[in-house]
C-alpha cells in the first residue's frame, strides 16, 4: 500500500517465484500511477473502471519471470548451458573417448 492508498495484488500460481510477484506488483503500481493521475483515482469511493492498457503489456511481459528478475534470467541461462552440457557428455561417453 502506497502512501496515497494505492494498493496492488497479484494473484499467481504455487510455482511462481516470489520475488517476481514483488517486482511484477512494483512495475504495475510504477506505470499506474505515471499513467493515472492521484485526482482521478484518489477522489473515488467505489469501484472504478479506469482504462490501464499498460496492464496487459505487463502481465504479458510476466508470463516468463525471467522478464522481471535477472536471477531467474540467469537460472534460465544456466539451466540450458547445463542441459547441453549433459546431452555432450552422454555423446562422448556413448563413444567411449
Known sequence: LSDQGLGVVIVTSADYPQRVSFAVMLEVRRMFKKLCPDKLWMKQTQDLRLKFKALQNILAKAQDPANFDRIASVNKKID?????????????LLRGE
Request: avoid cysteine; hydrophobic fraction near 45%.
Open 80 to 92: 540450458a548451458t547445463k542441459l547441453v552440457l549433459h546431452k555432450t557428455i552422454e555423446s562422448v
